[in-house]
């Protein structure tokens, strides 16, 4: 068995799990048909009749319970048991003809080989003994084989080949038959006392069958999918089986019934599933039928109609079986399906139209619509219409809507319509299925499928936003102040600072775990952060395409107050002034272009305090550098001119970089957030930039290109050509 592993690219600790898995799998099978089984007592016992269900419950909350079939016997006593001696005998179970792969049940379909340890039987020391031995199912088939000594006096007994198969008992035939899986008991004759043994034939298989009539459907693909939570996914799930060395290999996935509608899934990891029927023009899946009304004796469950159902803890067979609607009862109703859109942003929100229609000559009653909505929709609450008219919101389960309709006369329609909203994590396209149901018929499934894109400042990047605030309303927060210029950073040295209302945001950020961290040195002289937030720091565990919100709490003291609202007031001073003069400049280089076009600069930021590139006299008048490189004095006077009208607090310049591409008109490089004879606040700032897409673009600082890794952000506007990048941090 290890080498059959290692041909199929199994090793180590996956095949001890393996190992361990099927023998828990073996033993749960054995245990399922043993409580199902009653073995007959001998004949001068009273008999009484009794039915037995085994009950497999998949998980330890009990709920997806799966029943097998109903076992009737009329019996004077019972023993219950997997394998079970009687008369101080007892029997294993192989798998191989040579007896070398002991097995603790017997899959139908297969050959057994028994070999029985009866001591019970009086044995010749000269000669091999032979003995009739009678093989009898739970469910009324009888067969007889003969039973050879292995050895003189060894009182071990090989049961000729038993082969098995799977349909209705014929007694004599020669090999067992079975329906659905039995107990077989075993008989020796010719001993002092009766030698009865019993084993396990099992069947893991499920039935598509007509949910009209009951009979099986031969033909129809069953796909097992992964769920997640209460939702279907399209991920097609792990199915194993032995094969002919009893080793675990891959089994088809999805499978074709056949054989009397059977499909089989015989061992799945632990785990939540879902059943899906490819529906073709003569069946559809799931059916309309309720449960109850279906045919008498069939494994029903919650996945029987593809919902998701539990197998655990340990890896199982699926054995549900499901039914399919004909479509000769599917003419009464037509449904046609619309979205408002064919594509749409993560986040955004979606309208959807159904048209249910009575195609039949008769009136219609009990009419519903079952809406099923794939992962990354949810339904908006208020937003139901029925024919034009506001309507209660519908029933809600496991992502599927059901909302009642009034009954439809011949050739009259229902028009609805509702709204949903796209989780920012999405996939890349959502389908909506409609079907409606009626006493009379069920329609059709009309299907939408709908293109989502992630927007054009990122692709399938996270989101990370939130509020740095003074807690100071408990009851309600949203009256709380936000606490302006709070540097916050991540792991990689790139960040953000909030803005008037304390809001921070950061866009385009990759998948995975970062950490947020408050720059203690901006806060408010007298703030300090709140329990749990007291060290400032914090773990975001970030999605492809996740609007992901982390708050920080500040004490809510009278000196800190006073603090927020001077902050919020940003009051200039002639410490402005007091900064260091920069002159910013960027060249663009142009795909097919040589060399680089200058970008004549759109704001430069000057103090008087410090040198600046040129010389200062004693009056403090300073020479700075324009982009384009000429030379211009500032004396007082026009300084304060200039300041009284370019000095901007930095709040005002956390314009988002998306807001600023959205309102250009050309995509010619230029800044976007600096102004020409701008003053700055702050000692550090963001600098945003536009230039044309596909080129290369550069900043420099007082001559000194910025590095890469200052970007904290790049947006694409593909509609007018233009690439936007922000450099943060930078002094």
């Known amino acids: 068995m290890q080498a059959a592993l290692a041909r199929r690219g199994l090793h180590g600790s996956e095949r001890k799990m393996l190992h361990s898995a099927r023998r828990k799998f073996l033993a749960l099978a054995l245990s399922l048909l043993a409580a199902a089984s009653v073995l007959a007592a001998p004949a001068s016992a009273a008999t009484r009749l009794v039915k037995n269900t085994a009950t497999v419950s998949y998980g330890a909350s009990g709920i997806g319970l799966v029943n097998s079939n109903e076992v009737t016997l009329e019996v004077g006593s019972a023993t219950i048991g997997g394998v079970r001696g009687g008369g101080a005998a007892t029997l294993t179970l192989y798998g191989d003809q040579g007896t070398t792969r002991p097995i603790q049940y017997l899959l139908l379909g297969t050959t057994g080989y028994l070999k029985l340890d009866a001591r019970a039987c009086k044995n010749d020391p000269a000669s091999l003994q032979t003995r009739i031995a009678t093989l009898t199912t739970s469910d009324g088939d009888s067969e007889q084989v003969l039973a050879t000594e292995t050895a003189p006096d060894s009182h071990i007994f090989l049961l000729a080949p038993v082969p098995t198969r799977r349909g209705p008992a014929q007694g004599g035939s020669g090999q067992i038959e079975t329906p659905k899986g039995a107990t077989v008991t075993v008989a020796i004759q010719g001993c002092d006392t009766p030698v009865t043994v019993d084993f396990g034939l099992v069947d893991p298989v499920g039935i598509v069958f007509d949910s009209v009539t009951g009979s099986p ?231 939408v499928k709908v293109e989502v894109r992630r927007g054009f400042e990122t692709d399938a990047k996270g989101v990370l936003t939130g509020t740095v605030y003074l807690a100071c309303q408990a009851k309600d927060p949203s009256a709380n102040p936000g606490v302006p210029g709070v540097r916050l950073l991540l792991e990689d040295g790139t960040g953000a600072v909030t803005d008037r209302l304390g809001r921070y945001s950061r866009y385009g950020l990759r998948s995975g775990t970062h950490v947020l961290k408050i720059d203690p040195t901006s806060l408010p002289e007298y703030a300090r952060l709140v329990a749990p937030d007291g060290a400032g720091l914090g773990f975001i565990d970030l999605k492809d395409g996740e609007l992901f919100k982390r708050n920080f709490a500040l004490e809510c003291t009278d000196e800190a107050q006073e603090q927020v609202k001077a902050r919020a007031t940003a009051p200039v001073t002639d410490e402005v002034f007091s900064a260091l003069s920069r002159t910013f400049s960027a060249a663009v280089f142009m795909p097919g272009i040589g060399g680089a076009s200058s970008l004549s600069s759109t704001g430069t930021g000057s103090a008087r305090d410090l040198p600046a590139p040129g010389v200062r006299d004693a009056f403090g008048t300073a020479r700075e550098f324009s982009a384009a490189g000429n030379e211009r004095s500032l004396n007082p006077a026009a300084e304060a001119a200039r300041a009284a009208r370019s000095i901007v607090p930095a709040a005002d310049q956390a314009t988002a970089l998306e807001t600023a591409l959205l309102a250009i008109e050309t995509n010619e490089a230029a800044f976007l957030n600096l102004l020409d004879d701008q003053v700055l606040a702050v000692s550090t700032v963001s600098v945003q930039v536009k230039a044309p897409m596909e080129s290369k673009l550069t900043v420099a600082l007082d001559g000194v290109v910025l590095d890469e890794s200052r970007i904290g952000q790049r947006s694409l506007y593909r509609d007018k050509a233009v690439m936007g990048i922000e450099y943060v941090g930078v002094k």
Not at 300 to 317: D, K, Q, T, W
Not at 374 to 393: E, K, P, V
């Open 217 to 447: 459907v031969n033909g129809l693909d069953v796909s097992l999918f992964k769920a997640s939570g209460a939702a279907c996914t399209q991920q097609l799930a792990t199915v194993l089986a032995p094969d002919e060395l009893d080793a675990l290999v891959p089994s088809p996935n999805p499978y074709r019934s056949h054989d009397g509608g059977r499909y089989q899934f015989p061992i799945v990891p632990a785990g939540s599933y879902c059943l899906q029927v490819a529906s073709t023009a003569t069946y559809t899946f799931p059916s309309a039928r309720p449960l109850a009304s279906q045919a008498p004796g069939r494994v029903s469950s919650a996945g029987s109609l593809g919902l998701p159902f539990p197998v655990g803890p340990e890896p199982l067979f699926v054995a549900i079986d499901l039914p399919v609607d004909p479509m000769a009862t599917k003419l009464a109703l037509f449904v046609n399906k619309k979205a408002s859109r064919d594509t749409v942003l993560a986040g955004e929100q979606l309208q959807f139209t159904v048209l249910v229609k009575n195609v039949s000559a008769t009136q219609v009653s009990h009419l519903t619509l079952r809406d099923a909505m794939s992962t990354g929709l949810s339904y908006l609450g208020a937003s139901l219409r029925i024919n034009d008219a506001a309507a209660a919101d519908p029933k809600t389960a496991a992502g599927s809507l059901s909302i009642a309709l009034p009954d439809l006369a011949p050739g009259k329609s229902h028009t609805i319509s509702y709204r949903t909203a796209l989780s920012p994590s999405a996939p890349s396209s959502v389908h909506n299925a409609a079907s409606a149901t009626a006493a009379e018929g069920i329609s059709n499934t009309a299907t």
